[in-house]
């Protein structure tokens, strides 16, 4: 567990498990971090029209979007857990977020790096 920003009253507890937003996690660090539901639609979040299709994102909001995906995982010190779905409740498939193929290419090679399927 990190310690950070807490609200009045919250205390601190060790080896304990925070569950936070991105942009909450901003000036944190903790050993594990693991960064859930990282696919199209979510990371980055892109509203739907009523048709289902998602709005396309300005070069602006894009980028926003990108640094809190980098600000989640660099606040992992040792270990970061990146996942996503590969179908929703309806059965549907599921894109991983487009940023997941950036951060793959930013990391350093390592035999620790693992897929599960």
């Known amino acids: 567990a990190g310690k950070g920003r807490r609200s009045e009253g919250e ?3 060790p080896d304990a498990v925070n569950l936070m937003t991105l942009h909450r996690s901003k000036g ?3 050993e594990a971090v693991f960064l859930i539901n ?3 639609g979510s990371l980055p ?3 739907r029209q009523r048709s289902g299709m998602f709005v396309k994102l300005t070069p602006k909001r894009e980028a926003e979007e990108r640094r ?3 600000v989640g995982c660099t606040r992992a010190k040792t270990r970061l857990f990146l996942t996503y779905r590969r179908k929703d409740s309806s059965r549907c498939e599921v894109s991983p977020s487009p ?3 950036d ?3 930013a990391l350093p090679p390592s035999d620790d790096i693992v897929r599960y399927a």
Do not use: W
């Open 28 to 30: 944190l660090e903790f």
């Open 11 to 13: 205390k601190d507890i």
């Open 38 to 40: 990282a696919e199209e």
């Open 68 to 70: 809190l995906c980098y």
């Open 103 to 105: 951060v793959r290419q």
């Open 99 to 101: 940023f997941l193929r």
């Open 45 to 47: 979040y892109l509203m």
